[in-house]
C-alpha cells in the first residue's frame, strides 16, 4: 500500500472516530517503509493544519456530498489537495500516486471520483484559491469556534497566533544542567560527525536588548534531527522540551531536598526538569492514566533520575496521597492545548467550543482538591498550554476568591504578557509554544497575641 493509502488511513480515524494523531499514527509508520517516514507524516500532520481550508476547497469539487461514513476516502480526497497547494510535489505525480491509493483501497467507485476531483481543482485553481479570501475559517484555517475565541480573548495579537499556530514548529532542545550548560552542549554539538552536526544550533530565545537569553537551558537546532542522534541523548545529557515549558521548574523554585508532586505527570518531560534543576527532590509523579506513567519511568531512567510513581486521580487525593504535606505542588492541567496546535495540529478537528467550559470546572476541581495537600508557605504552580482566558487567568481568578489562604505571587519577568493573574506566552511568540503560568503561595496561619493576666 503506497504512503497515501496508509496516510489516509490514519487520518481517517482522525476524522471518524476522533483519535489523536498521536495515537493514530504510529499504526502507519509501523506499515510505511522507513525512507517514506517523512512524507507520511508530513500528509498527516499537514492535512489537520490546513483542515478547514482544505474542507472548503474540496466542498464545491464535489458533485454530490461524499457518504459520511466514507473518512477514509475524504481523507485521501484532502491528501490530493494538500499536495497540489502546500507541498513541491510535481502535480502529475501527486494525481497518479493519489489516484493509485484510491485503487490499493478496492473501492472503484473511489478510483475515478479522486482522479476528476484532483484534475478539477488543477483546473480551478486560480478561482478555487479566491474563493477562500472571502471565507476566514478558511483563509486562516481555523474552525470559527477557535477564531472567535481567539479575536474576543486576544483582540491585537489573533492574526500573530494564527500565523503561528499555521507554521512549523521549532526543534528545541532542553540541556541538562547536571552535565552540560547550553554553550558547552551548542559548542559539542558543532563538533561531532554526522546529522546534528549539519544544523545551525543558536541559544533559543535569541538575547533581548544586550540582555542574556532568558531560557538557560534551551537550545534550538535549525533542523530537526532524530534524538537518539544527539550526544549523550541516551545518558540524559539532554531532552526535546519547547522552551515556554522550560519555565516551569524555575518558576516553581524547588530546592535540594523538597517534598514536590508534579500533579499530571505524563509524559514526564517537567518531572525530568525539576530533578535536573535541584537535587535529592523526594519527587512524586502522579497520573491518571497508569500507561503513560510508562512514558514517565522511560523518561526517569533515560536521565537517571529516580522519583516515586503513583497511578491516580489528582481530584481524589484520598485514593493515593499518603498524608504528607508538599513544599511545591506542581499542576500542569489538562486543558485545550490551544497553545500548542504547531505540534498538534488535529486539535482543530478535535476540539469543540464546548470543551472549554468542561476543562475549566475541571481545572478549578484540580485546584481545589491539591491545595490542602500544600504545606503553609507552600508553592504550588498553574501551568496550561492554553491561550484561552477562560481556562487561565479566569480559573486562577475563582480560585483566589474560594480560598482565603491563597495569594498569588506576581510573576516578573521579560517574557509573556502580564495577565490579571499569572503570565501568558503566546504561540510564536520568541519561538516559544503558547503557555500559561500562574504560581500561587499558601499563607501561613496568623497566630494571634495571648497576654496572661495574673489572677486577681
Known amino acids: 500500500m503506497n504512503v497515501r493509502a496508509l496516510a489516509a488511513q490514519v487520518l481517517g480515524q482522525v476524522l471518524g472516530e476522533g483519535r489523536s494523531l498521536a495515537t493514530a499514527l504510529p499504526s502507519g509508520l509501523e506499515r510505511a517503509a522507513p525512507k517514506e517516514h517523512g512524507l507520511l507524516q508530513e500528509l498527516c500532520y499537514g492535512v489537520c493544519r ?27 480526497l484532502l491528501i490530493g489537495i494538500y499536495q497540489l497547494w502546500h507541498l513541491r510535489i510535481p502535480e502529475h505525480a501527486a ?19 479522486t482522479n476528476a476531483v484532483l484534475r478539477t481543482a488543477l483546473r480551478r485553481r486560480e478561482q478555487l484559491t479566491t474563493a477562500l479570501k472571502n471565507d476566514l475559517e478558511a483563509c486562516t484555517a481555523h474552525p470559527r469556534w477557535l477564531l472567535q475565541r481567539l479575536q474576543q480573548d ?11 499556530n499555521n507554521d512549523r514548529p521549532p526543534f528545541t532542545l532542553r540541556v541538562n544542567r547536571r552535565h552540560h550548560d547550553r554553550e558547552s552542549y551548542r559548542k559539542l554539538l558543532m563538533t561531532i560527525s554526522g546529522r546534528a552536526a549539519v544544523a545551525v544550533h543558536t541559544p533559543h530565545p535569541p538575547p533581548l536588548a544586550g540582555r542574556e537569553s532568558y531560557v538557560e537551558t534551551a537550545l534550538t537546532l535549525s533542523t530537526a534531527v532524530e534524538p537518539a542522534a544527539l550526544p549523550g541523548f541516551s545518558e540524559g545529557w539532554v531532552s526535546v522540551q519547547d522552551a515556554a515549558a522550560q519555565f516551569a521548574a524555575p518558576l516553581l523554585d524547588v530546592q535540594p531536598g523538597m517534598r514536590v508532586l508534579d500533579a499530571c505527570a505524563a509524559p514526564g518531560g517537567k518531572t525530568g526538569h525539576l530533578l535536573e534543576y535541584a537535587a535529592h527532590l523526594d519527587l512524586t509523579a502522579l497520573d491518571q492514566n497508569a500507561a503513560r506513567l510508562e512514558q514517565v519511568a522511560e523518561n526517569l531512567h533515560r536521565l537517571q533520575f529516580k522519583a516515586r ?4 486521580d489528582a481530584r481524589q487525593p484520598a485514593d493515593w496521597w499518603d498524608g504528607v504535606l508538599y513544599d511545591r505542588i506542581l499542576l500542569d492541567a489538562p486543558c485545550s492545548a490551544t497553545g500548542v496546535i504547531r505540534r498538534h495540529p488535529d486539535i482543530k478537528l478535535l476540539r469543540r467550543d464546548s470543551d472549554i467550559a468542561v476543562l475549566a470546572n475541571q481545572q478549578q476541581t484540580l485546584l481545589a482538591n491539591l491545595w490542602p495537600l500544600l504545606r503553609p508557605a507552600g508553592r504550588l504552580l498553574y501551568a496550561t498550554c492554553s491561550v484561552i482566558r477562560q481556562e487561565n487567568e479566569q480559573v486562577v481568578e475563582r480560585f483566589l476568591a474560594d480560598q482565603p489562604d491563597a495569594e498569588e505571587q506576581p510573576i516578573i519577568a521579560p517574557w509573556g504578557h502580564p495577565q490579571s493573574h499569572g503570565r501568558q506566552i503566546l504561540p510564536g511568540e520568541a519561538g516559544m ?13 496568623s497566630v ?4 496572661c493576666q495574673p489572677d486577681s
Open 50 to 76: 490546513w483542515h478547514p481550508q482544505l474542507q472548503a476547497l474540496l466542498h464545491p469539487l464535489l458533485a454530490r456530498p461524499l457518504d459520511p461514513r466514507e473518512h477514509t476516502i475524504r481523507a485521501l
Open 433 to 445: 509554544d503558547g503557555f500559561y503560568y500562574a504560581v500561587l503561595i499558601k499563607r501561613q496561619a
Open 448 to 451: 494571634r497575641e495571648v497576654v
Open 95 to 113: 494525481v497518479a500516486e493519489t489516484v493509485t491509493a484510491a485503487r490499493q483501497m478496492k473501492k472503484p467507485w473511489a478510483v475515478g471520483l
Open 309 to 312: 510513581l503513583a497511578a491516580g
Open 154 to 164: 486576544w483582540p491585537n495579537d489573533w492574526p500573530a497566533i494564527i500565523a503561528a
